[in-house]
């Protein structure tokens, strides 16, 4: 069974989103990583990605966000850090 879902059963068919979030849980109590959940992992993923210098536009896709303005009022920390990432560049170069 082909589906475009990225977590599936043996058999290919859906699973019920609870299953991956206590999955992640019991992994995290069974290990000395930091007590996180799945949801966390996201917004990590997002804010790599903007510090990477992943344009906005591409990471507000990837993130499933409908316009980019809602990414950007959510992670503008995360902007304002390669905001002043590329203010440095930019001060290099210039020197």
């Known amino acids: 069974m082909d589906c475009d879902r ?35 992992l996201r917004h ?3 804010t790599l990605l903007l ?8 990471v507000s896709y990837r993130a499933g966000h409908a316009q980019t303005s809602t990414t950007a009022n959510i992670y503008s920390h995360a902007i304002r850090t390669t905001d002043e990432k590329a203010a440095e560049v930019l001060e290099n170069i210039v020197r």
Do not use: E, V
């Not at 019920?16 to 799945?38: E, K, N, Y």
């Open 6 to 40: 990225l977590f599936t059963q043996d058999d290919g068919s859906p699973i019920h989103p609870d299953s991956i979030t206590d999955w992640f849980h019991d992994f995290i109590s069974r290990t000395d990583l930091p007590q996180i959940s799945i949801h966390f």
């Open 44 to 46: 990590t993923n997002i």
């Open 51 to 58: 510090a990477a210098g992943i344009p906005l536009k591409t």
